[in-house]
């Protein structure tokens, strides 16, 4: 229920405070006057889009908030699962800055606006324009069934059901266009393994191979550099070795004669060491290298069907193409298993889709079983409205399984006697649509959780009896809901508890529209004038008296 609303610096409304009445609330005031500025101020706390356009001062920011008491609709499961915290009393806040940036909280904690959404649609309901075009909708009157036979838990499985087997479908179809391309290309996946495992590639064995046959291809030149080598060492003439020998003699004689040559001979010693056992390695790298044609033609054939193969795979490793072996292997065995997977989904949709019907079937049998007296229940409300030979039956076809189940089903209306039914959007007129859809909020008021319904306009078309009629109607909803009207009749403006008037003060340089709460002597001339005018007579002052008594 909302406990308040406050609307700054929006359309042309500079400052507004409204705190509404529990039950009925009636709000009139002169065409243009900002009656459906509010409308759409409450429709931003519910989520709607807004832009900077709205700014009544365009320097200023826009805020509207509502106070809504919420301890009796059972809403604790939204706030635990958007994480906000609950209170009996639910703050709203919309903000809107001058450069037509927007900012939603709950209770303080900014939210997006799906969230606004989703509360909002659990706190009010306001009749617009927009509903005259949704009753004409076979979703929106399935949706009505559903609400007035309580099918919701049925729908809730039937959904459960409806998102299990389309998923499975959709799991079927991705996995037979996956077996049909690995179909496609399992010979020649298989033709690509098989090549590439003939070779029997192991991980670095490329550099090896490259590095031994680098070798083999200069091993003379190599083994000819080594003996040059040696044979400066060794040579008898002016050899290396007999030289450090000497030299290394010489420094032990002089380091009898001074510590100070001691270390020089100690420091010769370690490269002499050094250098014998790089002498030493020479030797064996000697005895090693050999020139060896064959070995070095496997070697070249060896790296020729490497290459070969990392250019045709568009690789640069011997571990891509392993890498490639091993996805291509995953694909063998996959091509392989493909008829046990199919077959195994194939089983989970047949079992999916038996569930589905079931639970399709049930929720049919609930509706259908509904439609009499819901069609029963319209038609007399609307007979009451005025049209005292409204007929109303629900046309009803079967349809493949969809989101809300295997049933279309299609409102027919006939407001006159002889007439045959017809869907609505071919035969109501703008007034038998207004008291259409008030009957299916009247009806639909216990059947919903609906804690404040609004009506704009809702008796449009309408007057005399049929409107006494309509807000004795309202009255009967606003002893369990809360009722905001906004009305051009005053036998319906009367029976407000509580009536607002909206009206605009050209006293400033901007227009302003304000609103204030009419009492006493001041309600007795708003309904006169509704009635004769702006100069209403004694007779017309008598009336509106009247209307209130």
């Given at each position: 229920m909302l406990k308040s609303l406050t609307i700054k610096n929006y359309a042309l409304i500079q400052g507004l405070q409204l705190s509404p009445h529990p039950g009925l609330n009636m709000i009139t005031g002169e065409t243009g006057a900002g009656k459906s500025i509010m409308l759409g101020a409450l429709g931003l706390l519910l989520g709607n889009r807004a832009d900077s356009k709205v700014l009544y001062d365009s320097t200023q920011k826009c805020v509207i908030e509502g106070f809504f008491e919420i301890a009796a609709y059972g809403l604790q499961p939204f706030f635990t699962e958007e994480e906000l915290d609950y209170e009996s009393t639910c703050i709203i806040r919309r903000e809107i800055s001058a450069t037509g940036k927007s900012r939603a909280f709950i209770n303080d904690t900014p939210v997006r606006l799906e969230h606004l959404k989703k509360l909002g649609a659990a706190l009010m309901d306001i009749h617009s324009q927009h509903d005259t075009l949704q009753l004409a909708n076979g979703e929106y009157q399935l949706a009505l069934i559903d609400a007035f036979s309580s099918s919701h838990t049925l729908l809730a499985?039937?959904?459960?059901?409806?998102?299990?087997?389309?998923?499975?479908?959709?799991?079927?179809?991705?996995?037979?266009?996956?077996?049909?391309?690995?179909?496609?290309?399992?010979?020649?996946?298989?033709?690509?393994?098989?090549?590439?495992?003939?070779?029997?590639?192991?991980?670095?064995?490329?550099?090896?191979?490259?590095?031994?046959?680098?070798?083999?291809?200069?091993?003379?030149d190599i083994k000819s550099r080594i003996q040059e080598v040696v044979q400066r060492f060794e040579q008898e003439e002016v050899g290396l070795s007999d030289q450090l020998d000497a030299t290394k003699q010489t420094l032990g004689q002089l380091a009898r004669f001074s510590e100070h040559f001691a270390s020089y001979q100690q420091r010769f010693e370690s490269c002499l060491i050094e250098i014998k056992d790089i002498m030493d390695g020479l030797y064996e790298e000697d005895a090693r290298v050999e020139v060896d044609e064959e070995r070095l033609s496997q070697l070249q054939e060896r790296l020729s069907r490497l290459f070969q193969l990392?250019?045709?795979?568009?690789?640069?490793?011997?571990?891509?193409?392993?890498?490639?072996?091993?996805?291509?292997?995953?694909?063998?065995?996959?091509?392989?298993?493909?008829?046990?997977?199919?077959?195994?989904?194939?089983?989970?949709?047949?079992?999916?889709?038996?569930?589905?019907?079931?639970?399709?079937?049930?929720?049919?049998?609930?509706r259908q079983a509904f439609f009499a007296p819901f069609s029963e229940a319209l038609a007399g409300l609307v007979r009451q409205l005025g049209m005292e030979n409204a007929q109303v039956r629900i046309a009803h076809s079967p349809i493949a399984p969809g989101p809300a189940g295997t049933d279309e089903v299609e409102l027919l209306f006939s407001a006159n006697k002889g007439v045959a039914l017809q869907p609505l959007r071919q035969?109501?007129?703008?007034?038998?649509?207004?008291?259409?859809?008030?009957?299916?909020?009247?009806?639909?008021?216990?059947?919903?959780?609906?804690?404040?319904?609004?009506?704009?306009?809702?008796?449009?078309?309408?007057?005399?009896?049929?409107?006494?009629?309509?807000?004795?109607?309202?009255?009967?909803?606003?002893?369990?809901?809360?009722?905001?009207?906004?009305?051009?009749?005053?036998?319906?403006?009367?029976?407000?508890?509580?009536?607002?008037?909206?009206?605009k003060d050209h006293s400033a340089e901007k227009t302003v529209s304000?609103?204030?709460?009419?009492?006493?002597?001041?309600?007795?001339?708003?309904?006169?004038?509704?009635?004769a005018g702006d100069q209403p007579p004694a007779a017309a002052l008598e009336s509106a008296r009247s209307l209130l008594a």
């Open positions: 499985a039937y959904q459960n059901s409806y998102r299990a087997y389309r998923k499975a479908q959709k799991r079927q179809k991705e996995l037979q266009e996956r077996a049909l391309a690995l179909r496609k290309e399992a010979d020649y996946n298989r033709f690509q393994l098989e090549e590439i495992e003939a070779l029997q590639l192991k991980a670095g064995e490329q550099a090896e191979l490259e590095q031994e046959q680098e070798l083999l291809t200069h091993a003379e990392q250019q045709k795979h568009g690789v640069d490793s011997v571990e891509e193409l392993l890498a490639l072996a091993a996805d291509l292997a995953e694909k063998v065995i996959e091509t392989d298993q493909l008829d046990e997977q199919l077959e195994a989904v194939a089983e989970e949709v047949a079992s999916l889709e038996k569930e589905l019907t079931k639970a399709a079937a049930a929720l049919s049998e609930q035969v109501a007129s703008g007034g038998e649509f207004s008291r259409l859809i008030f009957a299916i909020k009247y009806l639909m008021a216990d059947k919903i959780a609906m804690p404040t319904l609004i009506f704009d306009e809702i008796d449009t078309g309408i007057s005399g009896e049929v409107a006494l009629k309509m807000v004795l109607m309202m009255q009967d909803i606003a002893r369990k809901h809360q009722v905001i009207c906004i009305s051009h009749l005053p036998q319906v403006a009367a029976k407000g508890e509580r009536h607002y008037f909206v009206y304000k609103m204030r709460e009419l009492t006493g002597e001041e309600r007795v001339l708003e309904l006169a004038k509704m009635i």
